[in-house]
């Protein structure tokens, strides 16, 4: 699971006739619209509510938004900066989503991770790799063993 600094979800309110106007928590503005936005226990203008990174509006109702140092961010900008792709298959630490990784049947490993788990050989595109018990090999490591695997060849 991913750990989340703070996940919110946007929700349409109406101006009562009554209420007093409320501050916008984007420009600071009064909110005299019909309607505002409510998130992160604060108001907006439907037009302040925005990715920090890609300024998608972010005021769909039901939508999520994500915050972390600060900056308001939508979920697929919250994924790609903060998010991970998964665990390393070799070395078990996290990695996180913007790093390059290599990949065989269901695993990822990191770049550096991805190399012959007995030899530490490592290989080029075109290799043959073989996968034994979630472990990888190179072949003459594989072919020493006598052990029952899946022949893969690298692509990436
Ligand atoms: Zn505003
Ligand atoms: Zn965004
Ligand atoms: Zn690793
Ligand atoms: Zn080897």
Redesign the pocket.
């Known amino acids: 699971r991913m750990l989340l600094d703070k996940e919110d979800s946007v929700s349409l309110v109406s101006l009562q006739s009554r209420e007093k106007t409320r501050g916008c928590a984007g420009c600071n503005g009064k909110i005299r619209d019909r309607f505002m936005l409510q998130a992160l226990d604060r108001y907006w203008h439907e037009d302040c509510l925005k990715c920090a990174c890609c300024d998608c509006r972010l005021g769909r109702v039901g939508s999520t938004l994500y915050t972390r140092a600060n900056l308001i961010l939508c979920r697929r900008d919250y994924l790609r900066l903060f998010g991970v792709t998964g665990k390393?298959a070799?070395?078990t630490?996290l990695i996180p989503a913007f790093e390059m990784v290599m990949r065989a049947r269901d695993n990822v490993?990191?770049l550096?991770?991805f190399a012959c788990q007995l030899c530490r050989q490592r290989f080029c595109v075109g290799d043959r790799f073989f996968l034994k018990n979630n472990m990888i090999l190179c072949q003459m490591d594989y072919e020493g063993g006598n052990l029952n695997g899946e022949a893969q060849r690298l692509s990436q």
Do not use: F, N
């Open positions: 390393c070799a070395c630490k490993y990191h550096d991770c």
